[in-house]
């Protein structure tokens, strides 16, 4: 069975959503928050994962069994890497630099 970008692309967004309900910060008492940092970070994480893979599906490759973050976006072509730093905003050269510590 071929594997269907656009229903990888469907789950990251569903994770997306995820994190943002997570991220939703709710009173407990007067002194109190409660926030779900931790998965909130996690469903990012993967959202943007999937979403790279998803990426790298669309450009006629087959994305590694990894989740780092950094090997999944440089196995991208050029034209999407820079796409994807420019529909940040963000300076490429900054964009590069952060890097994340990842163990796989």
């Known amino acids: 069975m071929a594997t269907d970008p656009n229903r990888i692309s469907t789950q990251a967004s569903n994770f997306l959503k995820a994190a943002?309900?997570?991220?939703?910060?709710?009173?407990?008492?007067?002194?109190q928050i409660e926030?779900?940092?931790i998965p909130e970070n996690?469903?990012?994480?993967f959202s943007i994962e999937l979403n790279l893979k998803a990426l790298i599906y669309h450009e006629g490759h087959n994305p590694p069994e990894i989740h780092n973050l950094e090997k999944l976006f440089k196995q991208l072509n050029g034209?999407?890497?820079?796409?994807?730093i420019k529909e940040l905003e963000i300076d490429k050269k900054i964009f590069l630099k952060a890097q994340v510590p990842d163990s796989n």
Do not use: P
């Open 42 to 45: 996690v469903c990012l994480a």
């Open 20 to 31: 943002l309900r997570c991220g939703e910060q709710r009173k407990i008492d007067k002194n």
């Open 79 to 84: 034209k999407t890497q820079n796409d994807i």
């Open 35 to 37: 926030w779900l940092m």
